[in-house]
Nanobody, 124 residues
Framework: QVQLVESGGGLVQAGGSLRLSCAAS????????MGWFRQAPGKEREFVAA????????YYTDSVKGRFTISRDNPKNTVYLQMNSLKPEDTAVYYC?????????????????WGQGTQVTVSS
Protein backbone atom coordinates (compact mmCIF):
# COMPACT_ATOMS: atom_id res chain seq x y z
CA GLN A 1 0.00 0.00 0.00
CA VAL A 2 1.26 3.46 -0.94
CA GLN A 3 -0.21 6.72 0.25
CA LEU A 4 0.47 9.86 -1.76
CA VAL A 5 0.13 13.46 -0.63
CA GLU A 6 0.56 16.35 -3.07
CA SER A 7 1.49 19.90 -2.18
CA GLY A 8 2.71 23.07 -3.85
CA GLY A 9 -0.32 24.11 -5.84
CA GLY A 10 -1.64 27.64 -5.88
CA LEU A 11 -2.48 30.70 -7.93
CA VAL A 12 0.15 32.08 -10.31
CA GLN A 13 0.18 34.51 -13.20
CA ALA A 14 0.80 33.35 -16.73
CA GLY A 15 4.52 32.94 -17.34
CA GLY A 16 5.16 32.08 -13.71
CA SER A 17 6.41 28.90 -12.07
CA LEU A 18 5.33 26.41 -9.45
CA ARG A 19 6.87 23.26 -8.07
CA LEU A 20 4.59 20.46 -7.03
CA SER A 21 5.70 17.81 -4.56
CA CYS A 22 4.29 14.38 -3.88
CA ALA A 23 5.31 12.66 -0.67
CA ALA A 24 4.84 8.89 -0.58
CA SER A 25 4.58 6.54 2.34
CA UNK A 26 5.95 3.03 2.33
CA UNK A 27 9.35 1.42 1.95
CA UNK A 28 8.89 0.42 -1.67
CA UNK A 29 8.58 3.90 -3.20
CA UNK A 30 11.73 3.42 -5.25
CA UNK A 31 10.20 0.45 -7.06
CA UNK A 32 7.27 2.42 -8.50
CA UNK A 33 6.96 4.36 -11.70
CA MET A 34 5.54 7.75 -10.71
CA GLY A 35 3.28 9.95 -12.75
CA TRP A 36 1.54 13.30 -12.70
CA PHE A 37 -1.93 13.75 -14.18
CA ARG A 38 -4.27 16.71 -14.26
CA GLN A 39 -7.98 17.30 -14.56
CA ALA A 40 -9.59 20.55 -15.61
CA PRO A 41 -13.26 21.29 -14.89
CA GLY A 42 -15.51 19.35 -17.23
CA LYS A 43 -12.63 17.39 -18.73
CA GLU A 44 -11.21 13.93 -18.29
CA ARG A 45 -8.09 13.33 -16.25
CA GLU A 46 -5.07 13.50 -18.55
CA PHE A 47 -1.47 12.38 -18.40
CA VAL A 48 1.18 15.05 -17.83
CA ALA A 49 4.50 13.37 -17.05
CA ALA A 50 6.04 10.21 -15.64
CA UNK A 51 9.38 8.99 -14.37
CA UNK A 52 10.69 5.48 -13.97
CA UNK A 53 11.87 3.95 -10.72
CA UNK A 54 15.49 5.04 -11.05
CA UNK A 55 14.80 8.48 -12.45
CA UNK A 56 16.76 8.00 -15.65
CA UNK A 57 13.75 7.80 -17.93
CA UNK A 58 11.03 10.42 -18.21
CA TYR A 59 8.11 11.06 -20.54
CA TYR A 60 5.92 14.11 -21.10
CA THR A 61 2.76 14.95 -22.90
CA ASP A 62 3.47 17.24 -25.84
CA SER A 63 1.79 20.30 -24.39
CA VAL A 64 4.23 20.52 -21.45
CA LYS A 65 7.49 19.48 -23.11
CA GLY A 66 10.19 22.05 -22.53
CA ARG A 67 8.19 23.72 -19.73
CA PHE A 68 7.68 20.99 -17.10
CA THR A 69 10.27 18.73 -15.49
CA ILE A 70 9.54 15.64 -13.44
CA SER A 71 12.11 14.35 -10.97
CA ARG A 72 12.29 12.10 -7.93
CA ASP A 73 14.29 11.74 -4.75
CA ASN A 74 14.01 8.13 -3.67
CA PRO A 75 15.66 8.49 -0.24
CA LYS A 76 13.07 11.18 0.50
CA ASN A 77 10.17 9.22 -1.02
CA THR A 78 9.23 12.27 -3.04
CA VAL A 79 8.49 13.07 -6.67
CA TYR A 80 8.41 16.61 -8.03
CA LEU A 81 6.92 18.46 -10.95
CA GLN A 82 8.65 21.74 -11.78
CA MET A 83 6.31 23.83 -13.91
CA ASN A 84 7.70 26.86 -15.75
CA SER A 85 6.19 29.26 -18.27
CA LEU A 86 2.74 28.40 -17.02
CA LYS A 87 -0.26 29.10 -19.21
CA PRO A 88 -3.93 29.55 -18.34
CA GLU A 89 -4.65 26.22 -20.03
CA ASP A 90 -2.47 24.52 -17.40
CA THR A 91 -5.16 25.31 -14.83
CA ALA A 92 -6.35 22.04 -13.29
CA VAL A 93 -6.23 19.81 -10.27
CA TYR A 94 -2.91 17.96 -10.42
CA TYR A 95 -2.69 14.38 -9.17
CA CYS A 96 0.31 12.27 -8.29
CA UNK A 97 0.07 8.55 -9.04
CA UNK A 98 2.14 5.41 -8.52
CA UNK A 99 2.34 2.45 -10.86
CA UNK A 100 3.78 -1.04 -10.37
CA UNK A 101 4.66 -1.12 -14.08
CA UNK A 102 8.38 -0.76 -14.67
CA UNK A 103 7.62 0.67 -18.10
CA UNK A 104 6.22 4.19 -18.20
CA UNK A 105 2.51 4.21 -19.03
CA UNK A 106 0.22 7.14 -19.76
CA UNK A 107 -3.26 5.84 -18.99
CA UNK A 108 -4.96 6.30 -15.64
CA UNK A 109 -5.78 2.59 -15.40
CA UNK A 110 -2.05 1.79 -15.42
CA UNK A 111 -1.66 3.48 -12.05
CA UNK A 112 -2.44 1.77 -8.78
CA UNK A 113 -2.37 4.54 -6.19
CA TRP A 114 -3.47 8.17 -6.32
CA GLY A 115 -3.12 11.27 -4.23
CA GLN A 116 -5.96 13.64 -3.40
CA GLY A 117 -4.82 16.32 -5.82
CA THR A 118 -3.63 19.90 -5.57
CA GLN A 119 -5.19 22.87 -7.39
CA VAL A 120 -3.11 24.88 -9.84
CA THR A 121 -4.67 28.06 -11.19
CA VAL A 122 -2.92 30.19 -13.80
CA SER A 123 -4.36 33.65 -14.38
CA SER A 124 -3.99 35.50 -17.66
Amino acid sequence: QVQLVESGGGLVQAGGSLRLSCAASGRTFSSYTMGWFRQAPGKEREFVAAINWSGDNTYYTDSVKGRFTISRDNPKNTVYLQMNSLKPEDTAVYYCAASRNIVIRTYTYNYDYWGQGTQVTVSS
